[in-house]
């Protein structure tokens, strides 16, 4: 258990809809990343927040967005979804700059 | 850009035999570089990395892996696999003047037989 949380585990949901995952870093930990897992596109890093602030952006499609509280934990909002956004979306946090990312267990997104 | 190239899709190899998955890397500057493994239905596991000093590093569940700068390698290596090890794993590289994110590469999925 890498101390990061993520729910849902499991999402179905209709193409056309708007849904929300949430990410809770290990304690101490003040950045936090999304990646998204596909079978035709790999890992792919999207977006990373340290301490609220946005600081870095990948891959991350325009009706995809993120944000992180002030009590460190993260939304990864994905809207106006499509059959090809049906992937494992991994949340990863770590203490500071460049230190090593702790995974969570993902959350299972099936768009239908 | 950042780059990881796993050559092989998939490794089989004996219980109680040495293993290696390979790894190469493309990156500006000194790199930062992780193994991760993937279990079916988990999530990544950390197992170890390299950022400066030795370059043969320990990591996790007696896996280790050994930095070569001249052929930008970094191969996962267990001197003696277990059934246990089969699994999904992952080579990233993280640019030390290129920001946190992993750029990972496709995977290797072994798979360790009696």
């Known amino acids: 258990d890498s101390g990061v949380t993520q729910t849902p585990k499991h999402l179905i949901t209709a193409t056309g809809q708007r849904v929300t995952l949430r990410c809770s870093p290990r304690?101490?930990?003040?950045?936090v990343y999304w990646y998204q897992q596909s079978l035709d596109q790999g890992l792919q890093f999207l977006i990373q927040?340290?301490?609220?602030?946005?600081?870095a952006k990948g891959n991350i499609l325009e009706r995809f967005s993120a944000q992180q509280f002030p009590d460190l934990h993260s939304e990864l909002n994905l809207s106006s979804l499509e059959l090809g956004d049906s992937a494992l979306y991994f949340c990863?946090?770590?203490?500071?700059?460049?230190?090593?990312?702790?995974f969570g267990p993902g959350t299972r997104l099936l768009v239908l | 850009a950042q780059s990881v190239a796993q050559p092989e899709d998939q490794v089989n190899v004996a219980e109680g035999n040495p293993l290696t998955v390979k790894c190469t890397y493309s990156?500006?500057?000194?790199?930062?570089l992780f193994w991760y493994v993937q279990y079916p239905n988990r999530g990544l596991q950390f197992l170890l990395k390299?950022?400066?000093?030795?370059?043969l590093v320990k990591g996790s569940y007696g896996f280790e892996a050994e930095f070569n700068k001249s052929q930008t390698s970094f191969h996962l290596k267990k001197p003696s696999a277990l059934v246990s090890d089969s699994a999904l794993y992952f080579c990233?590289?993280?640019?030390?003047?290129?920001?946190?994110?992993?750029?990972f590469g496709t995977g290797t999925q072994l798979k360790v037989e009696l």
């Open positions: 304690s101490g930990d003040l950045s």
């Open positions: 990156v500006s500057g000194n790199p930062y």
């Open positions: 990863a946090s770590s203490v500071g700059w460049q230190e090593t990312q702790y």
């Open positions: 390299y950022i400066t000093g030795d370059n």
């Open positions: 990233a590289v993280q640019g030390a003047g290129g920001g946190n994110k992993l750029t």
């Open positions: 927040y340290y301490n609220g602030e946005e600081r």
